[in-house]
């Protein structure tokens, strides 16, 4: 019998079979209600020194020079935009294959998201990807590393630098995947993470925009305030009287002194986390490897992966339908999800697709996201596997 952050990893037993399978749960324990109990009797609640340290821990950890805690990467992608430049009349270029967010995020800004293909092996943009969808207006791209696969930062970022846009990277799903040997979040001017529950490690809601340039650090904490002058926190510092001036349009993006000291615990459980699911998507990966036309998520050859999703992608030699796949799997007990949705197959984006994008259609019409999180056992991941196969062989006959 092994042990691994509280849970008990054994064979099949009668708890894995009567239990649904989530597809994912975040590792949270004592250590977690500890740190949210002390600032809650502490009565700073808001954001303030917790706040700070989260900051400095996570940029310190990925290798930044600042981290700016928002209440979201949805908000942290917006300010990010903000501080680029970017505003109405413009253009980002995005894949439509990834949460919603990411295109509405520039949208908030008044700018138009272009969406260009991926990648069929990262599913990640590319810069041949991305250089089909330019346009005139084009003053930015959006880089996801989708499901925590890294996308090729410096083939990006070197076409950028001859097209005078700015390259932002979305790592919602990326905290302890690397490229090139370093940290996701330390290779470009702008990076932003999630710690939604579904991410690798979370503090409920929240988010963190990274960067290396002061002057973004600047006006990022700025916005993220209401635009004030002078924050909260620097006025109950100062301990005088403090008439704050608000210098633009600013947000309430703040996020709370209780998120961070949860994060600052999550923070210390992330090599174990990342490491305990590359061991779970090896064994997936292993399982699968005989079964023909099935493509499952892999490391790229310039980085690792902390498989913050494992999809599987069968091709058109199986005969179902991905909500009849999902609901099979449902039947026995395993709750699984759709592949990546595609924003441009959403109502909210109609008609704003100008050119095909083949593999995101595929990739959203067909693939599935298996169950993997940090305490699943052997038994459970077993009747996964078994599920799938039995699936799959079914529908190629």
Same mark, same amino acid.
């Given at each position: 019998m092994k042990? /691994?952050?509280? +849970?008990t990893?054994t064979?099949?037993?009668?708890?894995?079979s009567?239990?649904?399978? #989530?597809?994912?749960?975040?590792?949270?324990?004592?250590a977690?209600a500890?740190?949210?109990?002390e600032?809650?009797?502490s009565?700073?609640? $808001?954001q303030g #020194?917790? =706040?700070?340290e989260f900051?400095?821990?996570?940029?310190r950890r990925?290798?930044?020079?600042?981290?700016?805690a928002?209440?979201?990467?949805? /908000?942290?992608l917006h300010?990010?935009?903000l501080a680029a430049g970017?505003?109405?009349?413009d253009? =980002?270029?995005?894949?439509s294959?990834?949460f919603?967010a /990411?295109?509405? $995020?520039?949208?908030?800004?008044?700018?138009?998201?272009?969406?260009?293909d991926?990648?069929p092996g990262?599913?990640?943009?590319?810069?041949?990807t991305i250089?089909?969808a330019?346009? #005139?207006?084009? =003053?930015?791209?959006l880089l996801? @590393?989708?499901?925590g696969t890294?996308?090729?930062?410096d083939?990006?970022a070197? &076409?950028?630098?001859?097209?005078?846009?700015?390259?932002?990277?979305?790592a919602?799903?990326?905290?302890?995947s !690397?490229y090139?040997? %370093?940290?996701?979040?330390a290779?470009?001017?702008?990076?932003?993470?999630?710690?939604h529950?579904?991410?690798?490690?979370?503090?409920?809601e929240?988010?963190?925009?990274? !960067?290396s340039?002061?002057?973004? +650090?600047v006006?990022?904490?700025? &916005? %993220?305030? @209401?635009?004030m002058?002078?924050?909260a926190a620097? %006025?109950?510092e100062?301990?005088r009287?403090?008439?704050e001036?608000? &210098?633009e349009?600013?947000?309430n993006?703040?996020?709370?002194?209780?998120?961070?000291?949860?994060?600052?615990?999550?923070l210390e459980k992330?090599?174990a986390i990342?490491?305990?699911?590359r061991?779970?998507?090896s064994?997936?990966?292993?399982?699968f490897?005989d079964?023909?036309?099935?493509?499952t998520?892999a490391?790229?050859?310039?980085?690792t /992966?902390?498989?913050?999703s494992?999809w599987i992608?069968?091709?058109g030699r199986?005969?179902i339908?991905?909500?009849?796949?999902?609901?099979?799997?449902l039947?026995a007990?395993?709750s699984?999800? %759709?592949g990546?949705?595609a924003?441009?197959?959403?109502p909210a984006? $109609?008609?704003?697709a100008?050119?095909?994008?083949?593999v995101?259609?595929t990739?959203? !019409?067909?693939?599935?996201?298996?169950?993997?999180? @940090?305490?699943?056992t052997d038994g459970?991941?077993?009747?996964v596997?078994?599920a799938?196969?039995?699936? &799959?062989?079914? +529908?190629?006959?």
């Amino acid at each position: 019998m092994k042990h /691994t952050g509280g +849970a008990t990893i054994t064979g099949l037993n009668a708890s894995d079979s009567a239990a649904l399978i #989530p597809v994912m749960k975040p590792w949270l324990d004592e250590a977690e209600a500890q740190a949210a109990a002390e600032v809650v009797l502490s009565g700073w609640v $808001a954001q303030g #020194p917790r =706040v700070a340290e989260f900051e400095r821990a996570v940029a310190r950890r990925l290798g930044a020079e600042h981290g700016i805690a928002v209440s979201s990467c949805t /908000t942290g992608l917006h300010l990010a935009l903000l501080a680029a430049g970017v505003g109405p009349g413009d253009d =980002v270029i995005v894949p439509s294959l990834s949460f919603i967010a /990411t295109a509405n $995020a520039v949208r908030y800004c008044g700018a138009t998201p272009v969406f260009a293909d991926v990648d069929p092996g990262t599913l990640n943009l590319t810069p041949q990807t991305i250089e089909s969808a330019w346009t #005139p207006r084009t =003053v930015a791209v959006l880089l996801v @590393h989708q499901a925590g696969t890294p996308a090729d930062v410096d083939a990006v970022a070197a &076409l950028c630098a001859t097209r005078g846009a700015v390259l932002i990277e979305d790592a919602a799903c990326a905290i302890g995947s !690397t490229y090139r040997g %370093r940290p996701i979040g330390a290779h470009s001017d702008l990076a932003v993470l999630s710690f939604h529950p579904r991410k690798i490690i979370t503090t409920g809601e929240g988010g963190m925009i990274l !960067t290396s340039r002061e002057d973004f +650090a600047v006006r990022l904490r700025r &916005l %993220r305030e @209401h635009a004030m002058s002078v924050s909260a926190a620097q %006025r109950h510092e100062l301990r005088r009287p403090v008439l704050e001036r608000y &210098l633009e349009l600013g947000y309430n993006y703040r996020m709370t002194d209780v998120q961070a000291a949860i994060g600052l615990a999550q923070l210390e459980k992330l090599d174990a986390i990342v490491a305990r699911r590359r061991e779970r998507a090896s064994r997936y990966i292993a399982a699968f490897a005989d079964m023909p036309g099935l493509q499952t998520v892999a490391d790229p050859p310039y980085g690792t /992966t902390n498989f913050q999703s494992f999809w599987i992608l069968p091709d058109g030699r199986y005969h179902i339908s991905q909500e009849e796949f999902l609901s099979r799997l449902l039947d026995a007990g395993i709750s699984a999800r %759709r592949g990546i949705m595609a924003a441009h197959r959403e109502p909210a984006y $109609a008609g704003m697709a100008s050119r095909a994008l083949p593999v995101t259609d595929t990739v959203t !019409t067909r693939s599935i996201i298996l169950p993997l999180f @940090h305490a699943m056992t052997d038994g459970e991941q077993e009747r996964v596997i078994t599920a799938v196969r039995d699936v &799959l062989r079914e +529908a190629c006959r």
